[in-house]
């Protein structure tokens, strides 16, 4: 088998070495019950080719996002990524090295997440970041439970913009851990809501912008009305390319902002992995959960990066640990870097304006033939029409992926009518001209 | 002396002694120093060529950002050159053994790669239209039929990102079990002194109490302790098997059996499938719960820490309890479910935004396939094989924690050998990087004094695994003539010596900032 080096004399010497008669005598610890002597009833070993052959057919069988028009995004976004990118994180220093805990040979790694914290905090407005979560879901339910550490208090509220699927990996974790959690009733332009709920037993408020619906929201008030009650507020952001083009969550008073990082360097990968951005105020810095690198010095006095800050962590703190990550997304955090230290802030803006430019041209292009329902929009919407669901259906035959119907996110929302439509600098004025030619068509 | 036909030698005369030399811009050689991307000045500069759009913001007003965001730009040319730098600065499965016990740093095939790029995969949305994905989901059902097969279990549960995602997955469908059987009083979890952090972590953090099953004096799970410690209010027991001695535990049917007895649900942390995967079938030992990393057994790359996988496979008891959202055959193909839509479904949740980790699925397929059955029984065999070879030739001069009997996938060393040497654990460890090596894992498990838990895996040659234990052995017997300063001063000759972790957590220095430099420069 090509994966395994051994050959037949290798493991007849390597047993004559340890002094066993067969591989059987090895596992003598197994209970005889639990011995399997056959082999499995699955497949036996297939060749390069032919793994290649079966894993084509199944690739066959789907329809990839770039195969036409394809408005789809609600916390996934099809963005060009630059060639160099995926070369480079296929570098085996890069691919095949593990957590960098023996910094002397895992610089490269410990500079690049130093870099990736360093962007992370810039484009956040924030003062510091992690070295990067799983994705943005479980850094919101992160965020969620480290303002229970920081203000000791139990309850969260989540505002009726918040990706539902956000909101509901932040109940379902945030409240095993022990914490109340508010969520509000799905609103397409009500982030402000959530300040009729702070009180003083608010540890949080969860905002998005742009929210689930598109809709860019000034947060400013909120955070007023949050650390007026001693609350936290947290920024989620599920299109990290909009801090190209809108204000920062830091600058509007977020005490920890969070992100979907896949945007910047990363493919959509039906769902994942993707890489969770975290960032807060320095002064929280000690409660933030999952790794951070940091710099320092070597024994020569050069400059250098180590992970720091572990005794937050599950593997040293055991069950005193602040959180449940391990593992990060380094790979995917590595994507996010270079695809960023590409762009850099001259490039960014232009791809974040550009995506701004499409979604305005979309909305020109969607006048007359539906409703649309988002005030301020970055590159997605929210469109009314009946049934939304059909609507998607049928566009397919059209040969158009018309965007999410809201009810696929949330099927008890009874929000059946509301479309979410999204763009990128992948999207054409012809893609855009014939989805509002098939919408018009099929809407009469 | 050969000479070449413009009178030039093609082969190097005397040189004076090379490990004295310096260069004149501190580099060496090919190992350059690297600046920080902040530090290369591309302030105004971009790598990406785009249209000018052809709307402006002014819709937005003062929703736009115009402060500074503080992020450079570097052409292609220097973005290339700037990572393949750094690259070079890390250690790689691909350069040498990489013997962290417990982390299975195995090959990661590069067809697993190519497989997880084909558009088909790589470029769908979670999103679009279930009938434009059956592909996808056509993958994701033969990939948790391959893991339930292997496991012999009921059910999986793909959607957690890593191990310890799995672990909290785990749990909570325990939790969830016992609450809708009436049982919510039960808050406390049986976790052996050797296991993994995350264990304690992980049942911690969903509430429960913690209490730690001693361990025997070969190694495992002391049967009668953990009977003593079961009662009525014990949700769990955790336990890792093979466990993170590298045993396997031999009374393990009987613990699970007083386990189910006392009413308690037995989670086994599955970190170390890949020393019985295709030999042993948890569900047959009988587990409940138990996660697959991925990333270990599956060999998708631990990329510089990430991103993993960690499905969870669950019993027919916490079926019922998985996350949202699971697959079903429906009339018109494969379906994602995700919500609830009738009784026999008793979810506690969701682990996180869409479906889990596709990249991983396809890379963990195609290595499933490739090896099928027969070529999967042989990399447990292959994996134990090579530990025990390492375990049985490093015995030479090293101590073994637990000489009797083999091991499973790893060996596990203590520092009796290193008594009276002034050569630590740590030490010994950072000059196997002067002689090419990564570190095995050190200090843990805690049960063991120094410990040294080496885990090489199933693909490594035999010439490499003897490479390994000639310069484990030769490190071994330098330390025990005295050669201290080899060890204590270790590495001399990584990119850097050793780091000032203190110095690090003392004052964090989390983020470039541009009067960092200027401190820099002044001190």
């Known amino acids: ?444 | 002396m050969a000479m070449n036909n413009v009178g030039r030698p093609t082969a190097p005369g005397s040189t004076p002694d090379a490990s004295a030399h310096t260069s004149l811009t501190g580099g060496r050689g090919l190992l350059q120093d690297e600046p920080l991307l902040f530090e290369l000045g591309g302030w105004d500069k971009t790598g990406v060529d785009f249209d000018a759009p052809a709307h402006d913001a002014s819709d937005l007003g003062d929703l736009v950002r115009t402060a500074p965001i503080g992020i450079p730009g570097l052409s292609e040319p220097e973005t290339l050159r700037h990572y393949v730098r750094l690259s070079q600065k890390n250690h790689a499965i691909d350069l040498a053994l990489y013997p962290l016990g417990s982390c299975t740093m195995k090959h990661n095939p590069r067809l697993n790669e190519k497989m997880a790029r084909v558009a088909g995969f790589a470029d769908l949305h979670p999103l679009q239209p279930i009938s434009t994905t059956q592909g996808a989901l056509e993958l994701m059902d033969r990939l948790a039929h391959w893991l339930k097969t292997l496991t012999g279990m009921p059910a999986v549960a793909l959607t957690p990102k890593a191990g310890a995602h799995g672990e909290l997955c785990g749990l909570l469908c325990i939790k969830a079990a016992h609450e809708a059987a009436g049982q919510g009083h039960r808050r406390r979890v049986l976790v052996p002194t050797s296991a993994h952090g995350t264990n304690p972590a992980t049942a911690a953090f969903v509430g429960y109490s913690v209490e730690e099953i001693a361990q025997t004096a070969d190694g495992r799970v002391d049967l009668a302790d953990l009977e003593a410690k079961l009662g009525p209010d014990v949700a769990a027991i955790m336990v890792t098997n093979p466990n993170t001695c590298g045993l396997f535990e031999r009374d393990v049917i009987e613990i699970a059996r007083v386990a189910h007895a006392g009413g308690a649900y037995f989670y086994c942390d599955g970190a170390n499938f890949n020393a019985i995967v295709g030999r042993v079938r948890p569900g047959d030992l009988g587990v409940d719960a138990m996660h697959i990393n991925l990333h270990k057994t599956f060999s998708t790359p631990h990329g510089g820490g990430g991103p993993g996988a960690g499905p969870v496979v669950l019993s027919e008891a916490l079926a019922p309890f998985a996350p949202a959202p699971w697959l079903v055959h429906g009339a018109g193909g494969l379906e994602l479910v995700e919500e609830a839509r009738d009784e026999a479904a008793q979810t506690f949740g969701r682990m996180c935004a869409f479906q889990g980790q596709m990249g991983m699925f396809v890379r963990a397929y195609a290595y499933m396939r490739s090896h099928g059955s027969d070529g999967l029984r042989q990399v447990a065999e292959d994996a134990v094989l090579n530990a025990n070879y390492i375990k049985a030739v490093l015995s030479a001069e090293m101590t073994p924690a637990f000489p009797e009997g083999p091991c499973m996938h790893e060996a596990l060393f203590d520092d009796h050998w290193l008594e009276g040497t002034g050569v630590t654990t740590l030490d010994f460890a950072k000059a196997m990087i002067d002689e090419g090596f990564h570190p095995m894992t050190m200090y843990f498990p805690l049960v063991v004094h120094g410990a040294m838990l080496i885990e090489p895996t199933e693909t490594e040659s035999k010439r490499e695994l003897d490479r390994f234990c000639d310069a484990l052995l030769a490190l071994a017997r330098a330390a025990k003539a005295g050669d201290v300063e080899r060890f204590t001063g270790a590495p001399y000759l990584a990119p850097l010596g050793r780091l000032d972790e203190t110095l690090a957590a003392r004052k964090p220095k989390l983020t470039w900032r541009p009067e960092h430099a200027s401190t820099l420069a002044a001190e």
């Open chain 1, 1 to 444: 088998m090509r994966y395994l080096p051994l050959t037949p004399d290798d493991r007849a010497q390597m047993l004559g070495v340890i002094g066993a008669p067969d591989i059987d005598a090895l596992f003598a610890d197994v209970p005889v019950a639990a011995r399997k002597k056959d082999l499995f009833d699955l497949p036996k070993r297939a060749g390069e080719l032919e793994v290649e052959r079966e894993l084509g057919q199944l690739a066959a069988m789907n329809r990839p996002a770039g195969a036409g028009p394809f408005f789809c995004g609600a916390g996934a976004y099809r963005h060009h990524v630059p060639a160099s990118v995926d070369h480079l994180i296929q570098r085996s220093e890069f691919l095949t090295s593990y957590t960098p805990y023996q910094p002397e040979i895992a610089q490269g790694t410990l500079q690049v997440l130093f870099e990736f914290q360093t962007q992370v905090a810039a484009l956040t407005g924030m003062d510091v970041a992690n070295a990067s979560m799983y994705d943005g879901s479980t850094a919101t339910a992160e965020a969620v439970m480290m303002s229970q550490r920081v203000t000791r208090r139990e309850k969260a509220i989540l505002s009726g913009g918040l990706h539902p699927h956000y909101a509901a990996v932040t109940q379902t974790i945030a409240h095993a851990e022990g914490m109340e959690i508010v969520r509000q009733k799905a609103a397409i332009d009500a982030e402000a809501d959530v300040i009729a709920a702070i009180d003083s037993s608010v540890a949080c408020v969860v905002v998005q912008t742009p929210n689930v619906f598109g809709v860019v929201t000034d947060v400013t008030r909120i955070a007023e009305a949050a650390h007026a009650a001693g609350a936290l507020l947290i920024v989620v952001t599920t299109e990290a390319v909009s801090f190209g083009l809108l204000k920062s969550p830091g600058e509007m008073g977020a005490d920890i902002a969070v992100a979907e990082g896949q945007s910047i360097g990363n493919a959509l990968n039906y769902g994942g992995p993707y890489v969770g951005l975290f960032a807060c105020r320095e002064k929280l810095v000690r409660q933030m959960p999952g790794r951070l690198c940091g710099e320092t010095v070597d024994a020569q006095g050069r400059r250098g990066y180590v992970l720091t800050l572990s005794t937050r962590e599950q593997h040293i703190r055991r069950e005193k640990a602040t959180s449940n990550i391990c593992t990060n997304s380094g790979l995917c955090a590595l994507a996010f870097t270079i695809h960023l230290s590409l762009l850099g802030e001259v490039g960014l803006r232009q791809m974040a304006a550009l995506n701004h430019s499409r979604a305005r041209e979309l909305v020109a292009a969607l006048s007359g033939v539906c409703e649309v329902l988002t005030p301020r929009f970055f590159n997605e919407i929210a469109v009314r029409v009946a049934n939304a669901s059909a609507v998607v259906e049928a566009l397919l035959q059209d040969g158009i992926v018309a965007g999410v119907p809201y009810s696929r996110l949330a099927p008890e929302a009874g929000l059946d009518d509301v479309l979410l439509l999204a763009v990128t600098e992948t999207t054409t004025s012809e893609d855009i001209a014939a989805l509002s030619a098939a919408l018009k068509g099929r809407l009469g």
